[in-house]
């Protein structure tokens, strides 16, 4: 079963601010969606980012 999550756990998940998850999903980086409302949240695929997570974790330790 796919999980998704708010930005901000999002955030929290990667160490960053989630300012910088939002703008890692504005430039494509991260695939997120919103709901149906103009102003519903993004949500994040948990899968995704623990794959990003520790591609981030090897370009940190290169």
């Known amino acids: 079963m796919k999980k998704d ?3 901000l756990e999002a955030a929290q998940k990667l160490g960053v601010h989630q300012t ?3 703008r890692w999903i504005k430039e494509g980086r991260i695939d997120a969606w919103k709901g149906l409302g103009r102003t519903s949240p993004y949500h994040v695929d948990v899968d ?3 794959r990003l997570k520790e591609q981030l974790q090897k370009q940190s330790h290169s």
Do not use: A, K, P
Request: proline share 0%; glycine share 0%; aromatic share 12%.
């Open 5 to 7: 999550i708010s930005t």
């Open 20 to 22: 910088t998850i939002q």
């Open 48 to 50: 995704f980012l623990d």
